[in-house]
């Protein structure tokens, strides 16, 4: 058996509520749509299926890697455009510098553009993943080979999609003085058991909950609250401190406090947020359901605008493909 690192990048959204669909259709090229898909690694755009990692591979055994999880979106000007790929790319360096691993933030920048380029790709989920590679099966990861690839799927957009039913997970979300709320590859293991989990009842995402019955996050979205037209973002240090999430707070001028359990079965409405589920409102958690949403809507409406370059206050969120 090999690895390759297309079958590490594809499907693209693991961690969203929604993985985005590819299609074709939904992705007018930049420039005509490369033949065969192109992935960027350690240095150069390769066809996809093209590289091999070492069975060895450190971050394969142990989860000794960090990655991101990136959109594109054609822009209304007709081009396309990252959002808030610094933020994305600095959070990936933070889990970098925690794993011990050099990250530049310019390379990774110019891989990501380079990326949407050779792939033709407008509308487009994002994966970079930087990884221990072969060295051995220590747990020191000094001296270990460490690699970076970009990969780009085509992708539909998910604005006001389905509407979520959600289960509580038995589980705990990893703590932060245990596991740091970034994007390690390892600490995403939590969210596997916590979806198989919620699936296994018949939801479609997990809401982690701590031992004092505070909302933490789901398995890769962020949770709001809206209550008699109040929107709280909930607040939790176990919670990655989500991009989406700080691009609502700063559209609606939502508080971001802690949130019992008990506030989300009282609230009008619920939603989770995230780069690949973008707004996405809940229709149920556990047997408690919930009506119209017409504040996720409204705000869907507005990161759907901003996304697309609609908004003259918002364009320095976008980086130009
Ligand atoms: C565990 C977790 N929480 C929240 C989020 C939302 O973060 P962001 O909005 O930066 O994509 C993600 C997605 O990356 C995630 O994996």
Redesign the pocket.
Known sequence: MSVTAGAVAAPAGP??LHTPASTDAANTPLRAAAVREQVWFDGELVEAGAPRADLTTHAMHYGSGVFE?IRAYATVDGGAAVFRLPEHLERMRRGAELLGMSFDVRQATAAVLATLRANGHRDAYIRPLAWFGAGGFGLDVEGHAQHLMVSTTATRVHLNGQRARIGISPWRRNPADALPPL?LCGGYVN?ILAKREAKARGFEEALFVDHDGFVV??????VFVVRDGTVTAVEHRD??P????DTLIRLSGANSRAVHIDELQDADEVFA????AEVAPVAQIESRTYGDNPVTRALAEAYAGIIRGESADHVHWLTRV
Not at 242 to 245: E, K, N, Q
Not at 273 to 276: F, H, L, N, R, V
């Open positions: 961690t969203g999880g994007k969210s996050e789901c398995t890769g979205a962020n919670a990655l989500g991009i989406t999430r947020c995230g780069t690949a």
